[in-house]
């Protein structure tokens, strides 16, 4: 936005074009949209997000998002503490909850180990999962994405977990739900072959 | 976004999927992206949008957003203010002045005459347009986009003004530069041949 453009609309829109997927154009249009909205409606805009940011921090225990110290899942007495399914983001735990089936606990890692950009055991919360792992735990489930670092991650964590004498497991892989076999990629298909189940 | 979320975490998402173009889906994926952004930042992005909305105003002129009471092309002595540029929203301003060779001064309508959503003459910034026609102002130029409501609002308003004997014109129709004639659409092709000039 050039310099006959009002200084602050033009740092509100580069505010927006910091956001993911938001290129400067749209960046453009939303300060524009919020000049047109009412004063009351962009003062709750702006501290929603702000309080979002300020409150909300990850669970003692499984590393999720929560408001409070222990996020509402740990703090359900009827989940199944000796389950514990490990995924990368908390935007997984929404997935799964969303699809239901799940009656354990989540351990959120915040990210994948990947060489490549440098993130290595410490900078994901293994070391908060292998705290977890007390004499309780009976099952933990690898359920990150089925990618080259979810899977160099589910790899390396099942082979520290191991020596403890816990079981570990990945979520299935196959052919997704609705979909159509010519439109697979090789590799889904091989394993849709592979893990076949008797009928 | 379920219960098992912090209310603070949904109360963001639900903020930002009140701005346009953004679905409950991304509007998610931009609060998990703001609770891994440093505070400080969350403070500017928070406060800069706020700040934005305060501050910038209409041009008591030309009706353009500006943070001075006067906007920035309103006050420059060096564009023509007998030569005014009549569009529909703020955006086209910038869209004009990025592409340059005008000289002249603007007004922004702030929106369309369009009967179907209800908005007539009262409700867009025509009353501010006529008082600014003083025996200064040479031409007009409607610069409203080339749909139904663009066309009906340039009439409309080149209706009011033409009795006043100021010139009032309209932007070209034709091929967009760059462009292939087998794509063109018919209006446009019809459009370009009646208005061909000489070589």
Do not use: W
């Not at 060489?115 to 990150?144: C, H, Q, Y």
């Amino acid at each position: 936005m050039a310099e006959y453009n009002p200084i602050p609309l033009v740092s509100a829109a580069e505010q927006f074009a910091r956001l993911p997927g938001i290129g400067m154009k749209t960046a453009q249009r939303l300060a524009y949209f919020i000049l047109n909205q009412p004063v009351e409606d962009v003062e709750r805009f702006s501290s929603e997000i702000l309080k979002a940011r300020k409150s909300v921090h990850c669970c003692n225990v499984c590393q999720n998002f929560t408001d409070t110290e222990k996020c509402s899942i740990c703090n359900d007495d009827k989940r199944d503490k000796s389950l514990i399914c490990v995924v990368e983001a908390p935007k997984d735990v929404s997935a799964m909850e969303r699809a239901g089936g799940f009656n354990g606990v989540y351990h959120v890692l915040h990210g994948l180990l990947s060489p490549m950009d440098n993130i290595g055991p410490n900078d994901i919360r293994i070391a908060e999962l292998m705290k977890r792992l007390s004499g309780d735990v009976r099952e933990v489930i690898m359920a990150t994405n089925p990618t080259v670092e979810g899977e160099t991650t589910s790899s390396y964590i099942s082979r520290m977990i191991k020596p403890l004498g816990i079981k570990v497991t990945r979520l299935a892989y196959g052919l997704p739900a609705g979909s159509a076999l010519e439109f697979a990629d090789d590799v889904t298909l091989q394993r849709a072959l592979e893990n076949r189940n008797e009928l």
